[in-house]
């Protein structure tokens, strides 16, 4: 069964809703059994499904989530109240979507696991993280009660237009007539009036600057009374984003992946590094490695770090990039460069990438079901 999923992976990204309505009426219908909600944007949409996660199962709601990428094992791609569903749970939906005989892709298939698993545990919210864009990702095929658009930057603008204006429509794209949406601002006339375009009744919030929870945790409080729910506002667990992991030695682990997250999550991670620092870093093929870098290195200018260290993230989509900071020692397996960080230090900065967040909380045995679960 899982090498059928595997061998999915050969078909690559196909966007497109067709394939997915069919099956989905094969199925009958598994998202109707549920109030799903759709959350799209270039960054902290992740953030936004987890704090509606926490803040609604707080609040006594059964809540599933499905999102993406995993960071250890594809169960992470759906929760109910938090916590990874099981390799059974997954493998007996698997078969059912099997059975289809259907040309699926590999995000199609686990987006149609997520909605068959949350049926069967009578999920009452079911959170849906989209893919990539909104318009044609998988998950617009759901029927919804409400949308969410986290941000908008500049990304795959192969796929999604090569303009702010374009990336912005084509998320706001998410919207349904008569569906209530909530898009934060972005702050530029031209991309407010595209995303205005395509999601006519969407309501614009302007936030106050706060931290990357603190402003998801706006956002999914602010949907979440729109739709007249019930949300109890509480702190989550979302590994590999801004995780300060207690050790003798802390370790603060962010999956910061492109320009655009760095950009967000640097000033951030700033205020949380003491003098002598260890930087650990590794990361997938960037369309411009050093704009990437930029607000990383802007901040070890400020605040030189003890030590760098490469390395290369494994088990992700794309193999990780063989020396991406020149002139520093690079060690290819994360575990062996972990290890090879000095104890002189009063922190290790681990970021990069969310494959190798995955890879760290694997080697520090932070993988299991309590440890990946957003509302422990």
């Not at 059964?62 to 390799?87: A, T």
């Not at 706001?172 to 209530?180: D, N, T, Y």
Request: with cysteine.
């Amino acid at each position: 069964m899982r090498t059928w999923l595997e061998a999915s992976k050969s078909k690559g990204m196909e966007l497109g809703l067709d394939r997915v309505q069919a099956a989905l009426e094969q199925l009958g219908r598994p998202d109707k059994s549920m109030s799903c909600i759709h959350v799209a944007g270039s960054n902290g949409k992740g953030s936004a499904c987890a704090m509606l996660v926490a803040g609604l199962a707080q609040a006594g709601y059964r809540v599933g989530l499905f999102s993406s990428p995993h960071m250890i094992r594809i169960e992470e791609r759906v929760r109910i109240q938090g916590r990874p569903i099981s390799p059974e749970q997954f493998d007996l939906a698997l078969e059912e979507i099997k059975s289809l005989e259907m040309d699926l892709t590999f995000f199609e298939i686990t987006y149609l696991v997520s909605l068959i698993c949350c049926k069967k545990q009578a999920v009452q919210i079911m959170i849906l993280e989209t893919g990539l864009g909104g318009r044609l990702d998988a998950t617009r095929t759901a029927d919804v009660i409400g949308c969410l658009v986290t941000s908008i930057s500049m990304e795959h603008a192969d796929i999604l237009g090569d303009t702010l204006e374009e990336i912005g429509a084509e998320k706001a794209a998410i919207w349904r007539p008569g569906i209530p949406m909530l898009i934060r601002d972005p702050l530029i006339p031209s991309v407010r009036n595209a995303m205005r375009e395509e999601a006519i009744s969407a309501r614009f919030a302007d936030l106050e600057p706060a931290g990357i929870m603190d402003e998801a945790g706006d956002l999914a409080e602010m949907l979440s009374k729109m739709l007249g729910l019930d949300f109890e506002r509480r702190p989550v667990n979302w590994p590999g984003r801004m995780q300060l992991i207690p050790a003798d030695i802390p370790i603060l682990l962010d999956g910061a992946h492109n320009f655009s997250g760095m950009v967000r999550v640097m000033p951030e991670i700033s205020k949380i590094l003491p003098r002598k620092w260890s930087l650990l870093f590794g990361t997938s093929p960037q369309e411009d490695m050093a704009k990437f870098l930029e607000p990383l290195f802007e901040i070890m200018l400020k605040n030189p770090p003890q030590e760098i260290i490469t390395t290369e993230p494994q088990k992700g989509r794309y193999p990780g990039v063989v020396q991406p900071i020149a002139e520093v020692l690079h060690i290819s397996q994360p575990k062996a460069a972990l290890a090879q960080l000095s104890k002189d230090t009063d922190m290790i900065l681990i970021i990069g990438s969310l494959y190798l967040g995955g890879n760290i909380l694997e080697i520090l045995g932070l993988d299991d079901d309590d440890s990946l679960n957003i509302l422990s």
